[in-house]
């Protein structure tokens, strides 16, 4: 299936790759070949899609979650933004998470993970895997998910009265 965009993926491998002519340490995106860059950005679509956004679809028959219809809070204006489509801060992160996909391929694969390792003398405690959501992808997107939902850090507060 060719890749594309409101199919199954959120933005066109032209425009990610204007993105990282421009990102400094991209050699995993540099030296991929189109099929796998189509492939990673097809597999952070389907993660995108797997979180609680804010707004709604602007159709309902979309097959993608963006584009939306909605509102979030600048950080950068201080100030609430009414969007439509797919705003330019979040498609960064949508192309920084494909980058960390190439980097990291098996990060989607639930097996082979260790918590400590040791061979004769050398210790290793604490090993973490690769996150599937980086920070930086969190702090583009992070904006835009639905308060205590699917992906987001935020806990929902409530109080019962």
Not at 29 to 49: G, H, I, P, V, Y
Not at 150 to 161: D, F, I, P, V
């Amino acid at each position: 299936m060719p890749l594309t965009v409101g199919v199954n993926t959120l933005a066109s491998l032209s425009e990610a790759e204007d993105f990282f002519a421009l990102r400094l340490n991209a050699d995993a995106w540099e030296d991929a070949d189109e099929k796998r860059k189509e492939r990673s950005l097809a597999t952070a679509t389907q993660a995108f899609n797997a979180l609680q956004w804010t707004g709604s679809p602007e159709d309902e028959e979309q097959e993608t979650v963006f584009p939306r219809v909605g509102s979030y809070f600048c950080n950068i204006a201080g100030t609430k933004i009414d969007f439509t489509g797919t705003p330019n801060v979040l498609k960064r992160g949508f192309f920084e998470l494909s980058l960390h996909l190439l980097e990291n391929e098996d990060v989607l694969s639930e097996t082979g993970g260790l918590d400590d390792l040791e061979i004769g003398p050398v210790k290793l405690k604490g090993i973490r895997s690769a996150s599937k959501l980086p920070s930086n992808v969190y702090r583009s997107i992070e904006a835009f998910l639905l308060p205590g939902g699917t992906g987001s850090r935020q806990k929902l507060w409530w109080r019962a009265n």
